[in-house]
T-cell receptor, first 114, second 113 residues
Framework: GDSVTQMEGPVTLSEEACLTI???????????LFWYVQYPGEGLQLLLK?????DKGSNKGFEATYRKETTSFHLEKGSVQVSDSAVYFC?????????????FGKGTRLSVIA | DVKVTQSSRYLVKRTGEKVFLECVQD?????MFWYRQDPGLGLRLIYF???????EKGDIPEGYSVSREKKERFSLILESASTNQTSMYLC????????????FGDGTRLSIL
């Protein structure tokens, strides 16, 4: 079945450092891809999404590009802030059926220190 | 904005009790989901529903049941709570299209003593 693999955490960075969180997927067909963020004590929020190959999703300075050839959707940010400390989840959705649940990666915890 | 509301942020119950977790969404979404989240295990799908009175088992349905009598409300029931059901429970909803994201509630942190 479909699956998502994202890099293990935790990741600790200094403020203004560059961030990359790797995400690769296995899917039959052409999934939609998502990044969610979970701040401490809260539920998951959609950070960005991409629905077809070469699409770039972006939000709050974060970007991710849907790479069909490498089956990847890596999350990047050029300069992280302390407020970016959170858990980040990569996920995919089978576009063939809206009834199919999202498949999530296990999450990557990011800590940004001042 | 989409609003998914879970009835409690924190809940403490005793072993053997029947526990109800409620979730309400205000966007007329067809699909609703219940997950549990545990350290090191990520999100695991318990049950989901794609229509009123319809339900599908997820990856870990044992010890749980669900009810969806109205489109906006999806309830998770722990028939006889056990300590290994202590966890964070997350509800989500979405439209019936594969390119749409799920919208999550803030979660219920449930402790079973």
């Amino acid at each position: 079945g479909d699956s998502v693999t994202q890099m293990e955490g935790p990741v600790t960075l200094s403020e203004e450092a560059c961030l990359t969180i790797n995400c690769t997927y296995t899917a039959t067909g052409y999934p939609s891809l998502f990044w969610y963020v979970q701040y401490p004590g809260e539920g998951l929020q959609l950070l960005l999404k991409a629905t077809k190959a070469d699409d770039k999703g972006s939000n709050k300075g974060f970007e991710a590009t849907y790479r069909k050839e490498t089956t990847s959707f890596h999350l990047e940010k050029g300069s992280v802030q302390v407020s970016d400390s959170a858990v980040y989840f990569c996920a995919l959705s089978d576009q063939r059926s809206g009834n199919t649940p999202l498949v999530f990666g296990k999450g990557t915890r990011l800590s940004v220190i001042a | 904005d989409v609003k998914v509301t879970q009835s409690s942020r924190y809940l403490v119950k005793r072993t053997g009790e029947k526990v109800f977790l409620e979730c309400v969404q205000d966007m007329d979404h067809e699909n609703m989901f219940w997950y549990r989240q545990d350290p090191g295990l990520g999100l695991r799908l318990i049950y989901f529903s794609y229509d009123v009175k319809m339900k599908e088992k997820g990856d870990i349905p044992e010890g749980y049941s669900v009810s969806r009598e109205k489109k906006e409300r999806f309830s998770l029931i722990l028939e006889s709570a056990s300590t290994n059901q202590t966890s964070m429970y997350l509800c989500a909803s979405t439209w019936d299209r594969g390119d749409q994201p799920q919208h999550f509630g803030d979660g219920t942190r449930l402790s079973i003593l």
